[in-house]
């Protein structure tokens, strides 16, 4: 799998403390713009972040590229529906050579007999999809048969506010071990970028008590979790 922060916007935290003073200040907004140090950057944001003051949040993007995920995970991720995507198509990409790689599920990794059982299935529904299309039926129609497994490249466009939720719950040990992965990796990349933004950001047991209830893992997380994933 692969996760990269491909794009930004130029200094986030720059401008989500700048319309944060726009809000509360009778100035104009260049002489906002040059009163702002980094000082007072950093004061803003925290402030920002302790008053829950979240929609300035959304002027700040940010675009990763992930590839080697499969299409369960790519599934999970679109349902968040604040954020883009874009997504290799099945319709019009045939699936070959390299690019027909597939995820192996590491409870079914770990297990010798399993693991032989689960490839030679996915060899068998590669080999039918290749036959097909060389039957000639369209790729679109072809699909039909690939598994959940088959990998897939996306690339995602969300602003600051809806990572800090996706985090929230794709971080959780709840959600399932591959899009949590992939939400651990886009973390730790924007967390370079806008460290004051993103400093608590993580499920909700990382700031009070969980709220799954009786579905709780019971194992709440620390921030060391993001160096050891
Ligand atoms: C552990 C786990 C298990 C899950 N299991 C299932 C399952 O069994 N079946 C299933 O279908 N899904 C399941 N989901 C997906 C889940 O239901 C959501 O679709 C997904 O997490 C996206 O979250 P969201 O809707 O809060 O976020 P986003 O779409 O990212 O939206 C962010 C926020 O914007 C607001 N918002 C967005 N759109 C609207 C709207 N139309 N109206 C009002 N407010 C809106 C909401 O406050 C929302 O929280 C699961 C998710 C997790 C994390």
């Not at 003051?53 to 959304?58: A, D, T």
């Not at 008590?209 to 019971?218: A, F, H, Q, T, Y």
């Given at each position: 799998m692969h996760v990269k922060l491909i794009n930004y916007t130029k200094n986030p935290e720059r401008i989500i403390a700048q319309s944060a003073r726009v809000c509360y200040s009778a100035s104009n907004i260049q002489e906002l713009k040059k009163k702002l140090d980094q000082p007072a950057v950093e004061r803003i944001i925290k402030k920002i972040m302790k008053l829950g003051?979240?929609?300035?949040?959304?002027h700040a993007s940010f675009t990763f590229a992930l590839e080697g995920i499969s299409r369960v995970t790519s599934h999970q991720l679109i349902r968040h529906r604040l954020a883009s995507f874009s997504q290799q198509s099945q319709r019009y990409v045939k699936i070959e050579g390299e690019d027909f790689s597939f995820v192996i599920p590491p409870s079914i990794k770990d297990q010798d007999g399993l693991k032989s059982i689960f490839t030679e299935n996915i060899e068998q529904l590669k080999a039918t999809y290749c036959r097909l299309v060389q039957n000639g039926i369209n790729i679109e129609d072809a699909r039909?048969?690939?598994?959940?497994a088959v990998t897939t490249k996306i690339i995602i466009t969300a602003n600051a506010r809806e990572l800090l939720h996706i985090f929230r719950l794709r971080?959780?040990?709840?959600?399932?071990w591959e899009i949590r992965e992939v939400a651990i990796k886009m973390l730790k990349e924007v967390k370079k970028i806008a460290p004051l933004v993103f400093k608590?950001?993580?499920?909700?047991c990382l700031s009070g008590?969980?709220?799954?209830?009786?579905?709780?893992?019971?194992h709440p997380w620390s921030k060391n979790n993001l160096n050891k994933e």
């Open positions: 003051h979240y929609s300035v949040l959304e039909y048969i690939l598994p959940q971080c959780c040990n709840r959600a399932q608590n950001a993580g499920p909700p008590p969980c709220p799954e209830g009786e579905l709780s893992c019971g």
